[in-house]
């Protein structure tokens, strides 16, 4: 194997002493003391900082304001503008979610219920927010527009358990969705 041999590039007086690469920071980190002083130091205006540094002083203040629409945050289950499940306990999303976070059980409708005619429902559905990686394949394989990315991202938790988003707090967070689910239409 050929040895290729690396040269050095020389350096100067200036640079063997460090003194100038000493003074240059010295005035870099003055020039952002002053700023920072004044309130005006950079990105105070897009982080809705109080200027004095561009950290932003979260919790008080957030982004939310921010947010695209196409942000992704957690996955939720949602129902209808009728409070229906429109989940149907397909599992494709669970066999798609590449970190296997979701765990259905499904669960049959009773014959008596009004909505029996889709069979089924989750009887338990649980999101592993350890797991997660926010890539959105649930909602884009869902064929019953029952599970999305919500903008929330405040995910936190003090032990594993506080993690695993279950049923309840799936349709808590991820709230109504108003709009046409073929599995209801009369017509399909
Ligand atoms: S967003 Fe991705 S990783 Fe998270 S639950 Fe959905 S498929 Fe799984
Ligand atoms: S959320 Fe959608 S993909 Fe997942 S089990 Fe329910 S209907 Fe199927």
């Known amino acids: 194997m050929a040895v290729i041999k690396v040269q050095r590039p020389k350096l100067g ?3 063997k002493v460090y003194f100038g690469a000493l003074i240059k920071g010295f005035f870099l980190t003055m020039g952002h003391a002053i700023k920072t002083l004044r309130g005006k130091s950079v990105g105070a205006d897009t982080l809705h900082s109080s200027g004095l540094g561009v950290t932003m002083q979260f919790p008080e203040q957030r982004w939310d304001k921010e947010m695209p629409e196409h942000y992704r945050g957690a996955p939720t289950l949602v ?3 009728q409070g229906r499940d429109r989940c149907v306990s397909c599992q494709l999303c669970e066999f798609i979610c590449p970190p ?3 765990k259905i059980e499904p669960g049959e ?3 008596d219920d009004r909505w029996n005619k889709v069979e089924k429902r989750p009887k338990e559905f649980e999101i592993d927010m350890i797991r997660c990686i926010y890539c959105g394949m649930c909602e884009e394989v869902c064929p019953e527009q029952a ?3 919500r903008k929330d991202y405040l995910i936190t938790g003090l032990k594993r358990a506080d993690m695993v988003h ?3 707090k799936l349709y808590e967070i991820g709230g109504v969705r108003v709009g046409l689910v073929n599995k209801w239409n009369e017509l399909k």
């Open 166 to 168: 279950n049923k309840k």
């Open 100 to 102: 296997k976070a979701i």
């Open 13 to 15: 007086i200036g640079e």
């Open 79 to 81: 129902t209808d503008e």
């Open 147 to 149: 599970i999305f990315l």
């Open 109 to 111: 409708i009773p014959a």
